[in-house]
């Protein structure tokens, strides 16, 4: 079964970092998309940033160019996202999924893990 479970989130002050952690298991992922997606009160889920499981090519969104960082650990099997100088308006829960599609559209993505909060007070 699998299993994505995100760690890391909670409160920071604006311009402060946050690194969020994305544990997961339950199959080889080497074929698979990772990615980070957002979604605050009352808006949809956006996406946030992807990485290529096999070859570590990564993409950002234009709201996280230049802030923040998505890297992987194959050993560890864990994904992470590291948020640098953020903003009141990165507030949001943070998901992780996994797909096989190369995509910014949330809904080709296969899994999901339960999302982490991060709030970011000005």
């Known amino acids: 079964q699998v299993q994505l479970v995100e760690s890391g989130g909670g409160l920071v002050q604006a311009g402060g970092s946050l690194r969020l952690s994305c544990a997961a298991s339950?199959?080889?992922?080497?074929?698979?998309?990772m990615g980070w997606f957002r979604q605050a009160p009352g808006k949809e889920r956006e996406f946030v940033a992807r990485?290529?499981?096999?070859?570590?090519?990564?993409s950002l969104a234009d709201s996280a160019k230049g802030r923040f960082t998505i890297s992987r650990d194959n050993a560890k099997n864990t994904v992470y996202l590291q948020m640098n100088s953020v903003k009141p308006e990165d507030t949001a829960v943070y998901y992780c999924a996994a797909g096989t599609v190369l995509s910014t559209s949330p809904n080709v993505y296969d899994y999901w893990g339960q999302g982490t909060q991060v709030t970011v007070s000005s």
């Open positions: 990485v290529r499981w096999s070859s570590g090519i990564t």
């Open positions: 339950g199959r080889t992922f080497s074929r698979y998309v």
